[in-house]
């Protein structure tokens, strides 16, 4: 039996930052452990014979000659002493960090190779790093984010301005309302009676989009007030009795099963952090009906030279705010962490587009050829991808932790719905 495990310094300026991931054997003895952090952080031989290792977090020291088994679980944090004592948070202290920590896994694989940066030039080497930053810093993340949207999110003259940040809002329709059409041409037997809108801000798409098609009702889930009562005057008297309004952060909002026959997600989950759109989109696929659909929206990494490395910023940053721009690889991982198929994905200007069904639907709903519908692996050349024909696939068993007890709010995304 294996575990992955990160290892970080116990004392010093980068203490509690990951610096390596490491998959170790239940029955390999600490001494080996040890021997292999202290290789991976360039330690001196004089500094390994008094060296000490602690788990993150708890503060319980890995005694040498013990074996790791029983001492050491998946996405446990283990801190390398030079002989000081332990350092780092207690149990208590950590808590609601190590919940986002252990967040997003996957059973026994390892994440992608996926590093990044923030708005202050800060390199993140991997995932690992990111998710303790996240837990370190969340609360600070969603307290900024919560005043920047009831400040006036984007300001613009218009509400659509205030929710993207430019005139851009009619081309974003545009491009969405084909792609509703395009999964409804290719899965026709899919009846929109229940539709959720998630981070719906306003209520722009439920207005220029998802009330298109919809037989019956757009549930929107918004967590800040002001933009809430601010959707009942956009979508007018009319619309707003086809519609159920719940102020909510979005990882902590979840329906009974089959309540939903399509959940859009768009521009929302580039403000919460990764074990938060894991349970997102979790509490998302258990509320969908037998055949239904999640729809993902976000910007892309469009930076030369960065396309495939996330960018953080940072609510010390000049937007005042916290978001990720994730790459595709990035949202994938997050993706099948909650047990999700990729059926469709496309790009649109400065965007990406996922359409995903829980893994263990791809089989009994039978698609419609349609031409230009790519596959969950991207094309490799011009012209439309092939269509391929579902298969039932096992859906993947992952542990994700409760949210943080008292975070402030959920957001909507870079030239997004809040």
């Known amino acids: 039996m294996s575990a992955r495990v990160s290892i970080c310094l116990n004392d010093g300026p980068r203490q509690g930052q990951p610096q390596a991931l490491l998959v170790v054997q239940q029955q390999m003895l600490c001494d080996a452990l040890l021997q292999t952090a202290a290789s991976k952080l360039r330690l001196k031989a004089k500094d390994i014979k008094t060296a000490r290792l602690f788990v993150w977090g708890t503060g319980v020291e890995l005694p040498r000659g013990a074996e790791l088994a029983d001492l050491l679980h998946n996405n446990d944090l283990v801190a390398v002493s030079l002989g000081e004592p332990y350092a780092g948070p207690t149990r208590k202290a950590a808590k609601a960090a190590t919940e986002i920590v252990a967040g997003p896994t996957f059973s026994e694989e390892i994440p992608p190779s996926v590093s990044g940066f923030d708005d202050t030039g800060r390199e993140i080497v991997s995932l690992a790093e990111l998710w303790a930053l996240q837990a370190q810093h969340a609360a600070e993340y969603y307290a900024a984010n919560d005043a920047w949207w009831e400040d006036d999110g984007y300001a613009g003259a218009t509400d659509d301005e205030a929710m993207i940040g430019d005139t851009g809002s009619a081309e974003d329709v545009e491009h969405s309302q084909r792609l509703l059409d395009g999964v409804l041409s290719r899965f026709p037997g899919l009846r929109l009676g229940g539709i959720m809108d998630g981070g719906a801000g306003v209520g722009r798409v439920t207005k220029a989009v998802l009330m298109r098609k919809c037989v019956g009702t757009v549930t929107l889930v918004e967590s800040c007030e002001r933009w809430l009562k601010q959707a009942r005057r956009y979508l007018g008297n009319k619309r707003s009795q086809r519609c159920v309004f719940v102020q909510c952060r979005l990882e902590e909002h979840t329906a009974a099963p089959g309540s939903y026959d399509l959940v859009w997600l768009q521009w929302c989950l580039q403000y919460l952090v990764d074990a938060h759109v894991v349970s997102t989109l979790r509490n998302a696929a258990a509320a969908l009906a037998q055949y239904g659909m999640i729809v ?103 542990e994700v932790t409760a949210a943080v007890g008292a975070s402030p709010a959920e957001q909507s995304s870079e030239e997004g719905d809040t």
């Open 296 to 398: 993902v929206k976000e910007n892309r990494p469009m930076a030369k030279g960065q396309e495939e490395r996330f960018q953080v910023d940072t609510p010390g940053g000049p937007n005042g705010r916290h978001d990720i721009t994730r790459p595709d690889e990035h949202h994938r991982w997050l993706f099948r962490c909650a047990g999700l198929e990729v059926e469709h994905w496309e790009h649109a200007d400065e965007t990406t587009a996922w359409v995903l069904r829980p893994a263990s639907a791809l089989a009994p709903l039978r698609p419609e050829v349609q031409p230009g519908w790519h596959t969950s692996t991207p094309a490799t050349g011009p012209g439309p991808a092939p269509v391929p024909t579902p298969v039932p696939l096992r859906p993947v068993a992952v």
